[in-house]
């Protein structure tokens, strides 16, 4: 058996998506505005698990509300487990390009064959204005909406089990991609419908209104979760109103179809050009449909009698004419912001006006007439896209320039940049950036696979992304200065050094401060006794609380998330989480201990947590024991883990009873002046008395 031959059709559209793929591997960094805040995002959710990754844990927290906005994120933070960052943000870039024609063409072919060239302006709006922006969740939610048209429609029975599961797999699916998205699916799908409905009743006299006023409303029933749905969350999200643009502004916007023109207005030319051709495609449309009109009324059959002679004139596809219609009521009724948030919406409607109408368009003329508008639509993406190609090469250009300071920044590290959203733009491009920064959030770049935490990432702040910040309150150890604030860095002078410039911007590191060598002298032996505030120190011994922040040089918490016992007025103590195994009290640590144990003093009292603690010491280099003492108390049962240096070294310690008692040890070697210990539970909690640090031999000086 002979497999099936590729057409010439298919052949043109796997090369234009191969040619439109093509770019975005020709370079190192992908141009768009927010997409670097999306990638370290992902990235920070995929790493977000692993402990060792304290300072990300301490700065952000996870977001688990389902809401719009998921996927892009997921789905490259999965195949980060694959691919560096840089790629995985290459492989969805290119998904959103490459979707986008390909869910047109299986729309189209499953209205009408005749109808699929018209997928091949879905190739000038791939590379789209908001793409660009880095809106990834929206551009790829376009594809999807075309995809569940398309199958939702090839259900012949659309009250049947199969629609309906059809409709809410590809509703969930949007949502989770972007809400405005699920709007326009939602509103689609309704309107199709019942358009549907009641063409089928006036196609054919023998089908009842009655009957289908009943289709009707048992199709509206189907699709009411879907309503409740829409409305709850436009009621959480709508706050007052909003901004809205001159109608002169949308005007300009819409016959220029800015959806297409992102960095530069050499695109409006092309806007222009494709609005004509489509222009003319509707003129063809309507002379074809009038064509046949007359020509079934000369045919004087009586198939033209009474309600057929309705659809005769009217067709299907006509209810993608009034979809699109009603989109441009939208757009030009719509806010283009709202209050909460919401931004950008009039333009986001705006792309899908003239993709909906495709399926309208079908002029049964020469074939020749297809081949003229074929080689045309494609000359037009491929100008379109020849634009982009020069400008992702200056682009990228000046973003290597502007980012080669990457591999200077340590890792657990955080960076903060001056201005937090800069503005600006490269330097290679001759033309005015008026629509798109692509260096506006690119240190998000600077961030990727070392554990740096980025304090100007503008989605933690607001409640519709997968992460929000925890605690910007922690130290910045490195600032990356643009140079439009060049003479404003005068409180960084003390504390900071330039380590990297370019001509763009500056990096500046935190100078590190030695460790305090008073804390060594006459001594190779420091102990830490870990108690709460109003605790009672053991002497010779560093008293440490919950309230003892990291002094550069010296030691102290990194974390903010270590908690205490406290006394209550009736004596003893009472912990937010009251819980141990043990049915007996916990017995004097006098009576627990072995008699005469050094350490008896630090087991007394403790710190504990559930969540990580992170505890630096500034020691100079050499090789180190450290002694860690753990006695459960009333805290018990608890669940320790403990991280050095980025080691694990020991795991899964449980102490079940309030009357247990462990001691830990671990070698460790410093090379950095810095010894961070990270420990941390995965069940209950974990508990800490203290720990000591035995200097076994000196290492190289710094």
Request: glycine share 6%.
């Amino acid at each position: 058996m002979q497999g099936r031959r590729l057409s010439i059709p298919h052949i043109v559209v796997i090369a234009l998506l191969v040619i439109h793929i093509l770019p975005t591997w020709l370079f190192k960094y992908t141009g768009t505005q927010d997409g670097p805040a999306h990638v370290h995002n992902a990235h920070v959710l995929k790493v977000y698990h692993n402990h060792e990754n304290y300072i990300l844990r301490e700065v952000y927290e996870r977001n688990p509300t389902l809401f719009p906005n998921w996927t892009s994120h997921a789905f490259m933070a999965a195949l980060m487990y694959i691919f560096p960052p840089l790629v995985c943000e290459k492989i969805f870039f290119s998904l959103c390009i490459g979707l986008l024609p390909l869910s047109l063409l299986y729309l189209l072919n499953g209205i009408q064959k005749s109808k699929t060239l018209f997928c091949l302006v879905g190739f000038s709006f791939a590379y789209n204005y908001l793409l660009h922006m880095g809106f990834y969740n929206f551009a790829l939610s376009v594809s999807l909406f075309f995809f569940a048209l398309g199958c939702w429609w090839r259900c012949a029975d659309k009250l049947s089990s199969r629609a309906f599961v059809t409709v809410y797999v590809w509703l969930t699916v949007v949502y989770l991609t972007h809400f405005q998205s699920y709007a326009l699916l939602t509103v689609s799908i309704t309107f199709l419908g019942v358009f549907l409905y009641v063409y089928e009743a006036l196609e054919s006299q023998r089908v009842r209104w009655i009957g289908q006023l009943k289709s009707i409303l048992l199709f509206l029933g189907t699709m009411l979760p879907a309503y409740v749905i829409l409305l709850t969350y436009y009621l959480v999200k709508r706050e007052g109103g909003g901004f809205h643009r001159s109608f002169e502004g949308l005007m300009k916007y819409f016959l220029s179809i800015g959806s297409i023109v992102s960095f530069r207005d050499t695109h409006t030319l092309i806007g222009n050009l494709l609005l004509i051709v489509l222009g003319i495609a509707f003129l063809l449309t309507v002379i074809d449909r009038i064509r046949k009109v007359y020509a079934r009324r000369a045919a004087s059959t009586s198939e033209n009698m009474g309600y057929g002679g309705i659809t005769s004139i009217v067709a299907r596809t006509d209810a993608f004419l009034l979809i699109a219609l009603i989109l441009t009521f939208l757009y030009f009724k719509s806010p283009w912001s709202l209050r909460s948030g919401g931004m950008w919406i009039s333009d986001r409607i705006h792309i899908y006006i003239l993709l909906a109408l495709l399926p309208f368009f079908s002029f049964n003329l020469h074939r020749f007439v297809d081949y003229a508008f074929s080689g045309v639509l494609i000359v037009l993406a491929l100008w379109h896209l020849g634009y982009y190609v020069q400008t992702y090469y200056l682009l990228d250009r000046d973003a290597q320039a502007a980012l080669s300071s990457a591999e200077m920044i340590e890792p657990h590290t955080v960076l903060a940049s001056r201005p937090g959203s800069w503005g600006g733009t490269p330097d290679s491009a001759k033309w005015d950036f008026k629509y798109i920064l692509p260096f506006e959030h690119i240190e998000g770049y600077l961030a990727l696979e070392n554990g740096v935490a980025y304090l100007q990432n503008y989605e933690p702040n607001t409640d519709h992304f997968p992460l929000r910040y925890k605690n910007k309150e922690v130290p910045i150890d490195y600032v990356l200065v643009w140079r439009t604030e060049y003479d404003n860095v005068e409180d960084l002078a003390q504390d900071y050094e330039v380590i990297h410039s370019t001509n763009f911007n500056r990096l500046y590191r935190r100078k590190r401060v030695a460790p305090d060598a008073q804390l060594w002298d006459d001594t190779t032996t420091i102990t830490f006794d870990l108690q709460p505030i109003d605790g009672e120190g053991v002497p010779a011994h560093i008293p440490i609380s919950k309230d003892t922040p990291y002094t550069d040089g010296l030691y102290g918490w990194i974390s903010k998330s270590v908690q205490d016992e406290f006394k209550t007025g009736g004596g003893g103590f009472e912990l937010k989480y009251w819980h141990t195994e043990d049915t007996k009290s916990a017995r004097d640590i006098r009576e627990v201990l072995a008699v005469g144990e050094p350490n008896l003093p630090l087991y007394q009292d403790r710190l504990w947590g559930e969540e990580d603690g992170v505890f630096r010491i500034a020691l100079p280099n050499g090789t180190y024991e450290i002694s860690c003492y753990f006695h459960a108390g009333v805290v018990a049962p608890v669940d320790i883990n403990l991280i050095a240096n980025d080691e694990k070294k020991f795991q899964k310690l449980r102490l079940d009873s309030a009357d247990e008692s462990a001691e830990m040890r671990y070698t460790v070697t410093i090379t950095d002046e810095r010894l961070t210990q990270v420990i941390y539970t995965r069940k209950k909690r974990w508990v800490w008395n203290g720990f000591t640090i035995t200097r076994l031999s000196k290492g190289e000086e710094q």
